[in-house]
């Protein structure tokens, strides 16, 4: 029988946990590897224009500064799909902080050095970078983010909005937002013998190979990327960003190993932001709650490089039951840095504007928020019409009203005073669709009875080490101490990155599946092992990404308290609640610590995230941690995590649902509209700053 | 000690861990840069080199401080404790660090050294009697103040985990110090 913490569920303890708080685990930067040379890359300082000279000489003179890569003469990359990653390939600066030139130097000070040494001339353009509905150079794009269609429609939503009895037409906005993971991009590059081996950052290193090959123009046999431990990534680190190829240019210019890790500043112009998004959400309901017409319609920005449009109203197509709708993205090319992945893309801004204007629809109608959600589940899924594997919203909001005592709640805003504070409570619902991607692997059994499992997954603090090692020794049953897994290299069986919360279900798969093959072999056979042992692989190609008759989506209720300061305008959290109904729940302890991970960083969102893109200088305006305010100790309080049990047969066969990215969504309107509980205020511009609140209070 | 300086770079002996290295450094090498890439100790970690995380962290003669804001050539003779001193000798981590595994408080990891190191030099503070900003006025001066929830985050908001563990590192820290 499996030892208790190889049952599924069982809050088995990190497997690379020990060498994480001993500083034992080695990230990107920190492989020892004689030689190395470091890295500082010169950020262009014009928003829009072209290089018209490099001087490089003042650099070349510095001591230990070794080279000077610009687009003059750095390496040619072959062609890739994705656009930023063509670094000095020619004078265009498309927006500020576009790297221009890398120093390559004995040491980070003499790098540093260099890069102040490097005389850049520019002839600047015109830039725009502001964002506005009615820009004119806005299109409709082909597809949103995730290859959803831009525009759905159902029925006639103007027709249905203008004939509702009631009707809430509001427009929300989120700024740009930046994902900050703690572990900065970093990337170490060798050559050696015509190999190439690559130590990077990264959420998938058979990206990063792939990619690699292409622009490099090399067979992927001959390139390894390790990315054993990574600090963080939460989308931004899913695909190669430019750390890596200023990594492989540098090395293959000098021959010797090279890190380039990229200073925190740097960050918010080359790795991808959260591009803003400005909504106009129409609902029109009638008097029992039932909305009649759902429009939510978003126009966001992209760069001049590629376009990337944040799908944010694609969580409406998901959520309710609503006769007519149109859901629809337009997209403003600027000059601006390239927007991509931060957790939970469309659905965190999306089910932001979503669930707050069904607070404010709740409040027109006079019912409870939690009653108007309930009145409105669908029977099938509204844009598709296919059935869901499972839906558990409705228990998810029902199971939170109770431990959060919302029934003792006063609904009426602005009922509740501790001296100056102004205490209220607001819930939300949440939702993020099931992905799912093929993936190999290969288990074996050794003669000393334990396990080898392997399986390029990464590990970038979600604990797939841990999970799927407990997936092996269920399915093994054996107990979990005697499973070793590998994770985390190009040099194991190939799968696909950690994104789209489909992790788990996408490796889970082929480990279930080789682990179930080498169970039946063990089963079949008696007498000791061969030496080498015995060896199973799997993979899921055509099965994992094959389309489903359902439609697969977790689902979850936030609930929040507030208490909004009328003197200073700060909002602080007291209480943070989610529920989740996310298909099975493999590991108790590491998916409370993702949901509640995804719960902060929607409190961040909520209360003290948000960047400018300066309209004179066309760059981001906080770019550091002292300037953007990633929540710290003190602005986190106490949250719960809760799960309801779901039993999914239509999912994989561990029946689970990805949990890394429902913790943020939602959670940013729980918090809005328990402001607006408290205040009588809505607020409608994140994130909430004492000076919003304090614009809000009084009117002015 | 006297340090030797030559142009641009000085020798300086820092006792790591308890062991005395003397090395060679550039005067605008700060701490953390030494700790990993010259004495190969990468458990300080570098989040932003600029004292705005928290995860350089460690305790130069037992208090807590951002070593990416510290030159090296500065700290001839002194005693600096980093993540990988804290279990001693022994096998078994730190008491602290066992309460992380336990708690689950940290999920990618990279803040955690910091997190630890930062909070060995909280609870030292508050043990000196050194109050915070949510310590009570009244309470008497120079004597231990207790540690509840609020002291704890306060005192450790200097130290960001983007993974938000929070929740967990709190916890983690209240079972040692009980
Ligand atoms: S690296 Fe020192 S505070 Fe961030
Ligand atoms: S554990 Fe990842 S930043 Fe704290």
Not at chain 1, 4 to 13: I, V
Not at chain 1, 230 to 238: E, N, P, R, T
Not at chain 2, 120 to 137: F, I, M, R
């Amino acid at each position: 029988m499996p030892e208790p913490a190889t049952a599924p569920g069982a809050p088995a303890e990190r497997r690379e946990g020990r060498l994480k708080v001993t500083g034992s685990a080695r990230y990107a930067a920190e492989h020892p590897s004689p030689g190395r040379l470091q890295a500082w890359p010169v950020p262009a300082a014009v928003a829009r224009g072209r290089v018209t000279r490099i001087d490089t000489a003042a650099a070349l003179d510095l001591p230990g500064v070794v080279t000077v890569l610009t687009p003059d003469d750095a390496p040619r990359l072959a062609e890739s799909d994705d656009a930023t990653l063509a670094v000095l390939q020619d004078a265009r600066v498309p927006h500020r902080g576009w790297f221009v030139a890398l120093v390559v130097a004995e040491s980070l000070e003499a790098a540093r050095d260099g890069a102040a040494a490097v005389h850049v001339a520019y002839a600047a353009e015109e830039h725009d970078v502001t964002l506005t509905e009615t820009h004119p150079a806005g299109y409709v794009p082909e597809q949103a983010n995730g290859g959803y269609p831009a525009v759905r429609e159902q029925g006639d939503p103007e027709a249905a909005f203008a004939s509702s009895e009631t009707r809430v037409d509001v427009r929300y906005r989120v700024p740009p937002l930046h994902n900050h993971p703690m572990e900065p991009h970093t990337t170490t590059a060798h050559w050696e013998d015509g190999r190439l081996t690559v130590h990077t950052s990264s959420q998938g290193s058979g990206v990063v190979r792939a990619v690699l090959a292409q622009l490099f123009e090399l067979d992927e046999e001959r390139i390894t990327v390790h990315a054993e431990h990574v600090g963080g990534g939460f989308g931004s680190k899913g695909t190669p960003r430019p750390d890596v190829v200023l990594a492989v240019m540098a090395a293959l210019r000098t021959g010797r190993p090279v890190t380039v890790a990229l200073p925190r500043r740097f960050l918010p112009a080359v790795v991808g932001h959260r591009a803003p998004t400005l909504h106009r959400l129409r609902l029109g309901a009638a008097p029992d709650g039932r909305l009649t017409s759902l429009l939510h319609e978003v126009t966001t920005h992209t760069s001049h490089v590629k376009e990337f449009v944040e799908q944010a109203a694609t969580p409406a197509r998901v959520m309710y039951a609503a006769a007519s709708s149109r859901t629809a993205h337009r997209v403003v090319p600027l000059d601006v840095p390239t927007p991509s992945w931060m957790r939970a893309p469309g659905e965190a801004p999306g089910m932001y504007a979503l669930e707050s204007a069904m607070d404010e629809l709740a409040a027109e109608l006079g019912m409870d928020p939690v009653d108007l959600r309930v009145a409105n589940e669908p029977e099938t899924e509204p844009d598709s019409g296919k059935p869901f594997s499972s839906r558990h919203l409705v228990e998810c909001l029902r199971e939170g009203a109770r431990r959060f005592d919302w029934d003792r709640r006063d609904p009426r805003p602005r009922t509740w005073a501790e001296g100056d504070l102004l205490i209220g409570t607001g819930v939300a619902a949440a939702t993020y669709p099931v992905m799912m991607w093929p993936s190999k692997a290969s288990a074996r059994a050794l003669p000393d009875g334990t396990f080898l499992v392997r399986i390029n997954a990464a590990d970038i603090g979600t604990g797939s080490r841990t999970v799927l090692a407990q997936i092996a020794a269920d399915v093994l049953e054996v107990p979990l101490e005697r499973v070793r897994i590998e994770v985390g290299s190009t040099e194991l069986p190939a799968a696909s990155l950690a994104g789209g919360s489909s992790g788990t279900a996408s490796w889970g798969w082929p480990v279930h599946e080789a682990c179930t093959r080498l169970a039946a072999l063990l089963g079949d056979r008696s007498g000791p092992l061969p030496g080498q042992g015995l060896a199973t692989e799997a993979d899921t190609a055509g099965r994992a990404d094959a389309d489903s008759p359902y439609a697969r989506h977790a689902f979850g209720a936030h609930f929040a308290e507030v208490a909004v300061d009328t003197v200073t305008g700060e909002t602080r959290v007291r209480r943070l609640l989610g529920v989740y109904a996310a298909g099975r729940i493999l590991n108790a302890r590491t998916a409370r610590s993702q949901f509640v991970g995804g719960m902060v960083m929607g409190l961040g969102m909520a209360l003290t995230e948000g960047s400018t893109v300066d309209a004179a200088f066309g760059d981001f305006t906080e770019s550091d941690l002292a300037s953007y305010h990633v929540p710290a100790h003190a602005d986190v309080p106490d949250i719960e995590a809760h799960w309801v049990d779901e039993d999914d047969p239509h999912l994989n066969p561990m029946g689970s649902k990805g949990i890394g990215e429902i913790g943020i969504v939602g959670t940013a309107a729980a918090i809005g509209n328990a402001a607006h509980h408290a205040t009588g205020v809505r607020f409608r511009e994140l994130p909430l700053t004492p000076d919003r609140i304090l614009t809000g209070l009084t009117g002015r | 000690m006297g340090s030797h300086s030559h142009g641009h770079h000085s020798d300086v002996t820092l006792r790591v861990n308890g062991k005395p290295r003397t090395l060679t450094v550039d005067h605008r090498r700060v701490l953390l840069d030494v700790l990993r890439d010259d004495l190969d100790l990468p458990g300080a970690k570098k989040g932003c080199d600029h004292g705005q995380c928290g995860a350089c962290t460690v305790l130069v003669d037992g208090r807590r401080v951002n070593s990416c804001l510290l030159l090296a050539v500065c700290l001839d003779g002194c005693d600096i404790t980093t993540v990988e001193g804290l279990a001693g000798d022994g096998e078994e981590p730190h008491p602290l660090q066992r309460a992380f595994l336990e708690r689950d408080g940290f999920q990618c990891g990279y803040c955690t050294p910091g997190q630890i190191c930062s909070a060995l030099g909280a609870v030292a503070e508050a043990e000196a009697g050194h109050p915070s900003h949510v310590t009570d006025p009244a309470l008497p001066s120079g004597r231990p103040v207790p540690l509840d929830r609020d002291e704890i985050r306060e005192r450790l908001s200097g130290n960001l985990c983007r993974c938000g563990a929070y929740p967990r590192i709190v916890e983690a820290v209240e079972d040692v110090i009980r």
